[in-house]
């Protein structure tokens, strides 16, 4: 088994590997591996160049959370979202989100039903496993908030009815930060919701050259088959929930972090309770995708920026200073103090 680095994985391949049934974590870990790269190699065989990306968005999904991917166009926002919804055997709608797109087109309406003169509900897109939204700040707001109680709660209430929707349940949606012109800013209640939000950025040179290279015979988004079903990524997360530990001095480690955002000169916003809360449900992931049933500090530094930053809100001299939300929550990682002692 090679070594591996917490957004790397213990090894990689289709079947497992000699020795695989000794980590840590046992068979059942074991398994989670194998089953985390051949999710990995999937996606990656349409998104080039960017396996650690495709990583900590999978690691969002078996966390059970919503994604934001934002980025300039033409990276593979989409790509990447299509790409994980192909992998796996899931129930999925896409919303192209509009102005004039209403809360009701996505979590549907109450129609009267003239042949049996009753009132009955037609769901919307959100009554799929996973909802992908493209370029979800050109909704309105109204609309945007739609999506709170969907995103929060995982049920749609109209007309004094509370109607579930499947699980899991899981968003992802792409926005466009420097096309200003007819979006709207998501506040800052619906990027809280967003467990994740990561930039995927251009590929290195090798990485696009390759991609030129292979143009007429690499496969498309629509050619990728899924690798597992529903019930295997159930299994998967709550695996995650049962089976990996976190020890009082990482959760110590997770709120110090999360609270030396709160004091700091040039934030006007800390990170939130939800925000630790998504935290340690992420750094959970990444040590399962290393064969660990316990995590260390280093998986929670692997996921602090992409788990953290969207949820903290500058003082507008820092933002006109050029500091940056990442910057900050990067600071706030190598201030605190590492705990030596991970298990409990």
Not at 213 to 220: G, H, L, N
Not at 254 to 265: D, L
Not at 326 to 334: I, Y
Request: hydrophobic share 45%; net charge negative; glycine share 6%.
């Amino acid at each position: 088994m090679t070594a591996s680095s917490p957004l790397t994985g213990a090894y990689a391949g289709d079947q497992p590997q000699p020795g695989a049934a000794l980590l840590p974590g046992g068979p059942e870990m074991a398994r989670f591996v194998q089953m985390f790269e051949s999710l990995v190699a999937n996606v990656t065989k349409v998104l080039h160049g960017k396996e650690t990306v495709v990583r900590s968005a999978l690691a969002c999904i078996l966390a059970e959370g919503h994604l934001l991917i934002e980025d300039v166009p033409g990276v593979g926002k989409t790509t990447l979202a299509r790409a994980i919804c192909k992998s796996v055997n899931l129930t999925w709608n896409r919303v192209q989100f509009t102005p004039d797109l209403l809360p009701s087109d996505i979590t549907g309406v109450t129609v009267f039903d003239q042949a049996t003169s009753t009132f009955s509900f037609r769901p919307g897109p959100v009554f799929a496993n996973v909802v992908l939204g493209d370029e979800i700040n050109r909704a309105s707001p109204k609309t945007q908030s739609a999506l709170l109680e969907v995103m929060q709660e995982q049920t749609v209430s109209t007309d004094a009815t509370v109607y579930p929707v499947p699980r899991p349940f899981i968003v992802i949606a792409t926005q466009n930060p420097i096309d200003l012109e007819g979006t709207y800013v998501l506040p800052e209640a619906q990027l809280d919701r967003f467990l994740m939000r990561l930039s995927i950025g251009y590929p290195p040179p090798e990485a696009e050259a390759e991609v030129l290279r292979t143009e007429r015979d690499s496969p498309s988004v629509d050619e990728l088959s899924p690798v597992m079903g529903r019930d295997d990524l159930l299994w998967m997360i709550e695996l995650v929930k049962r089976s990996v530990e976190v020890s009082l001095p990482i959760e110590h480690y997770i709120v110090a972090i999360c609270a030396h955002t709160r004091g700091m000169a040039e934030v006007r916003l800390g990170v939130s309770p939800r925000g630790a809360l998504a935290l340690l449900r992420a750094a959970r992931v990444v040590a399962a995708a290393t064969g660990r049933p316990f995590v260390t500090p280093d998986d929670v530094q692997a996921v602090a920026v992409a788990t953290l930053a969207h949820r903290v809100v500058l003082r507008p001299d820092a933002e006109v200073q050029g500091r940056t939300a990442a910057e900050v929550v990067t600071r706030a990682v190598q201030s605190v103090p590492v705990p030596r002692a991970v298990l409990r």
